[in-house]
């Protein structure tokens, strides 16, 4: 089977440990899917620089860009988006130097790292294997005109339904925005859990990945 790149992007505070079973129980439940027991898949899990974050009164934190508010309307760190969205954009670049095919590259992200995977799906001129945006939003900033290609890229919105930290209606309104702007290949679902990810949507994640895949 061609090489699978998954790249998951961590939330706020965190690093690139915490997405680590999350991605390999990912690719676990799609092998079991495509009855492969050597998935090839390429899993990078990078960490986001520290620095201060003014929702948490300056404190300095792994973080994608500067959050001044959890509120829909709050002003962006537009800057630091795209200091993100440029180094992980660079890190698709190089997967698809190392010989996987565009289509075969999945960004994804939880929270924060979501903004971010979903601005370098955005800015992508090709078409990607999948778009997970779990729990996360699409902040209300000025935001690229995707390429057609970049379009078809199929896209999976997970939300808990008792998340405090991010409200579910961002799930909606990050599809609606989605939507808006071309993309039309979107599976939405929400949980009842908090802001995390449980095995429910593992499970769905890998079902609809490996639906993708073997298209």
């Not at 706020?12 to 990912?26: C, E, F, N």
């Not at 003014?54 to 309307?73: I, Q």
């Not at 609606?176 to 908090?194: A, E, K, V």
Request: charged residues 15%; glycine residues 6%; contains cysteine.
């Amino acid at each position: 089977m061609p090489p699978i790149s998954l790249i998951l992007l961590h939330g706020l505070g965190a690093d690139g440990r915490d997405m680590q079973p999350i991605a390999h129980a990912i690719q676990q439940a799609i092998a079991a899917r495509l009855h492969s027991a050597q998935l090839n898949m390429r899993i990078h899990c990078p960490d986001a620089p520290a620095r201060p974050v003014s929702v948490n009164g300056g404190y300095v934190m792994p973080a994608w860009f500067d959050l001044y508010s959890l509120h829909a309307d709050a002003r962006v760190d537009t800057q630091g988006i795209e200091q993100s969205r440029q180094r992980i954009s660079a890190l698709l670049a190089a997967e698809h130097a190392a010989g996987v095919a565009w289509q075969r590259i999945i960004i994804g992200g939880f929270s924060q790292g979501g903004v971010i995977a979903m601005h370098c799906a955005l800015h992508q001129p090709e078409r990607l294997s999948g778009l997970l945006a779990l729990s996360t939003w699409l902040p209300q900033s000025a935001l690229p005109t995707p390429s057609p290609a970049a379009c078809q890229t199929p896209v999976f919105i997970g939300h808990g339904e008792d998340d405090d930290i991010i409200s579910i209606p961002a799930a909606t309104r990050t599809r609606d925005r989605l939507t808006q702007l071309g993309y039309r290949d979107i599976q939405q679902r929400s949980y009842p859990i908090p802001h995390s990810v449980n095995m429910q949507e593992i499970d769905d994640i890998a079902a609809w990945l490996a639906q993708h895949l073997a298209a």
